[in-house]
């Protein structure tokens, strides 16, 4: 027990650890609350006690892809599919901006519809609003990737999941990890702000895995993490999967902001699908970003990735109310920037 506090408190003055430090930490739960408040407190020293908003909209759930955790996998024939058009995802964006959001994030499936061009058009649409923009469209080419930059793009989320090459390989059928990995490697060349993350409790993941992942994480200099509990859906083949880890989720996420402190860490909707406080508890163990959904209408509750996710019946505006009031109501504040890593929010 002193000695995991000691590799605490280590941590939070060097901002590394080695993997065996970082395995013992995720294995012994008697110094979870201890962990907890040090990532609070490299939170609110690194990116001050203002959760920045991401306004995300789900523009296609529509996928070629058949990555057995997800249920937008292409074989799943129970889901009710959708895209939508340019004009109704900026008219979301829009309204999005009059509710106060600074920040778009354009998710979907990998939707061979959306083409280079179509894609770029909205990608100008969104920016000429004066909103920093955020895209997650899976895995393209170089000159994709350098087309959405040369537009406005200002930011790319692509998951990782695990960076177990075997476990990756076995989960996500007909990808390539190393394709994965050499994505986000021509994100960082291009200039983005690149985001990436992992779920925690797929079958056969491991304590030494995640230890792997974080030292990824810092290997790459993330500039976002997303890292969720992995909730199995019924429509895919993992159904009969344990997954539901909230609390070695939040310790993941927890390590992740002690090793790189001044980075985005949005509290996932998963964390709030499996406990009511969720996202208030990921506030609290190092997390600094929320993403309300802003698309409007049957479509929020189509983009069905997993059961139980949270507010699919509600409307972009009260959302926003209620996140500003869960917000308020730890001492925390909205951000009125952009949510850039570091100081650089003046766009």
Known sequence: MIKLLEIINKV???HKLSKQEII???NNNDINQELFKAADEIRKKYVSDEVQLRGLIEFTNICK???????????NKNLVKY?????????????????GYKTIVLQGGEDDYYTKNKIIKIIKGIKSLDLALTLS?????????KAFRDAGTDRYLLRIETTDKTLYEKLDPGMSHENRLDCLRNLKKLGYEVGTGVMVGLPNQTIESYANDILYFKEINADMLGIGPFIPNEDTPLAGC??????MALKVMAITRLILPDINIPATTAMESLNTNGRLMALQSGANVVMPNVTEGEYRKYYALYPGKICTGDTPVHCRSCITGKI????????TNYGFRGNKNTK
């Open 12 to 14: 939070k003055t060097e």
């Open 328 to 335: 308020n109501s730890i001492g925390r504040t909205v951000s």
């Open 65 to 75: 892809n058949n990555c057995l955790y997800c249920g937008l996998r292409r074989d």
């Open 137 to 145: 469209i899976g895995e393209k080419t170089y000159d994709e990737y």
């Open 24 to 26: 013992s930490l995720l």
């Open 242 to 247: 344990k997954g539901k880890e909230l609390t």
């Open 83 to 99: 895209r939508l058009t340019e004009n109704q995802i900026l008219d979301f964006a829009s309204k999005a901006k009059s509710f």
